[in-house]
């Protein structure tokens, strides 16, 4: 008996304001994908006003966006996303996540998609 195949693990990770991962299709098979997206900002010490947001998009199409108050002043805050996908056989997928600020600083946005194996 052959070895299931290992699921899916697709990742990127940048330290600006827009990140983008492509899933490429599978022509025999659908896949079901847990994607979660992850934006860590600098707040600064003095965080008047200061804001971060971030927007996720799956092919083209908004899924979810938020903007919040940045919080804790000379550290770090951020705002996390996870959602499920149903990827059909065929098609690729395309997941972007943009964030925005006023005040704080991108640190770090990452795009995380694991496929989720039937057991």
Request: net charge neutral; proline share 6%.
């Amino acid at each position: 008996m052959a070895s299931p195949e290992k699921p899916e693990l697709w990742r990127t990770e940048v330290g600006d304001a827009v990140a983008v991962l492509h899933i490429p299709g599978a022509l025999k098979r659908s896949r079901i994908f847990d994607i979660d997206v992850s934006l860590l900002v600098r707040v600064p010490e003095d965080n008047t006003e200061a804001w971060h947001a971030l927007t996720l998009e799956i092919d083209g199409k908004r899924q979810w966006h938020r903007r919040i108050a940045s919080s804790c002043p000379g550290q770090t805050d951020g705002l996390d996303y996870h959602c499920r996908f149903v990827l059909e056989a065929g098609p690729s997928l395309r997941i972007r996540a943009v964030a925005g600020t006023r005040g704080a600083v991108v640190q770090r946005l990452q795009i995380e998609a694991r496929e989720d194996k039937p057991s």
